[in-house]
């Protein structure tokens, strides 16, 4: 697994510790994915389908592509469709993705990379393979956030993040058994390069064998927990969380995860819930089905832009 990688940990910054009055969350239910496909057929895992709307606040979807090995002009990706109210954050922890959006946006995103597009007031894009990647082949393996915007924000002008590999902070636990890549929020003083909308956290974990992750969480905002790769458990009472599943955490003041006898890679989540009614019908989130109504009617009327013409 490619992403971005340290040689040794023990050269970054540590989270900040615990305080001794921190409650830790327990760990309140802890479910499977759910297999399927996307795009034009490639395969997914749907990360939150054993969670409710409540649980995952503000947060909407998580899908995993991969990891899969594909073969020459075998990668699949997602053509051309339109989106409105809420953000799509797309992360490569191998492979590469060509992104194109009609407000000008876009680019190509590979190892440890992150897209980040705010889809808001409406929006068309796509994301496809590279030319090197569907002549070749090779290793695909990432995931797609949608994170949802309040209602005063859904229909905030379009915007799109390229985040490098370079620019994501890192950090480690305070045995250096962890490497913490934060893509956007404040987790335990460490910020990530992330702009949201919406005041949430998002990292990605690599936690050496046997290793253990403490961390202060925002009590505030839920918690979550989704094993990509590997095996640990969570809370003291070592719940096991296998790969493709989710863990969801109660209230509290940090929240553990404590790896196998084999390195453990995960999602570390969590954000403000908006607590606002969700109505969603394929690519558009709104508050209400007149809403949802509209967004087809304006898509229809080419209010929510045209694909652009593409060089080369």
Avoid: C
């Amino acid at each position: 697994m490619p992403a971005i990688q340290v040689a040794d940990t023990l050269i970054l910054p540590r989270l900040a510790v615990v305080l001794p009055e921190s409650v830790e969350r327990s760990v309140v239910k802890i479910a499977p994915g759910r297999a399927g496909h996307e795009g034009a057929g490639f395969p997914v895992y749907r990360g939150f389908a054993g969670l409710s709307v409540q649980d995952i606040d503000p947060f909407l979807m998580l899908d995993q592509l991969g990891p899969v090995l594909n073969g020459p002009f075998e990668t699949k990706g997602a053509p051309w469709h339109p989106h409105r109210g809420f953000e799509t954050v797309t992360y490569v922890l191998d492979g590469e993705i060509a992104h194109h959006d009609s407000h000008g946006g876009g680019g190509v995103i590979g190892d440890g990379d992150t897209q980040w597009m705010t889809a808001g007031s409406g929006i068309l894009h796509d994301e496809v393979p590279t030319d090197k990647v569907l002549n070749n082949g090779g290793w695909q393996h990432g995931i797609q956030l949608w994170v949802n915007l309040p209602k005063t924000l859904k229909f905030s002008a379009p915007r799109y993040q390229g985040i490098s590999a370079s620019k994501l902070t890192l950090t480690t636990s305070h045995d250096g058994g962890a490497l913490v890549r934060i893509i956007a929020g404040d987790i335990a003083a460490h910020s990530g390069p992330g702009s949201t909308h919406t005041p949430i956290a998002i990292a990605h974990v690599t936690l050496a064998p046997g290793a253990q992750l403490v961390v202060p969480w925002n009590p505030e905002f839920n918690a979550m927990v989704y094993m990509l790769l590997g095996g640990a458990t969570v809370g003291s009472q070592r719940h096991v969380l296998p790969p493709h599943h989710v863990a969801l955490f109660g209230d509290g003041g940090h929240l553990v995860v404590t790896a196998t006898d084999q390195t453990a890679d995960f999602l570390l989540l969590g954000g403000l819930p908006i607590r606002e009614p969700v109505v969603q019908y394929g690519p558009f989130v709104m508050n209400t089905q007149d809403e949802i109504q509209q967004a087809f009617r304006d898509y229809e009327s080419g209010l929510l832009g045209t694909i652009p013409t593409l060089k080369g």
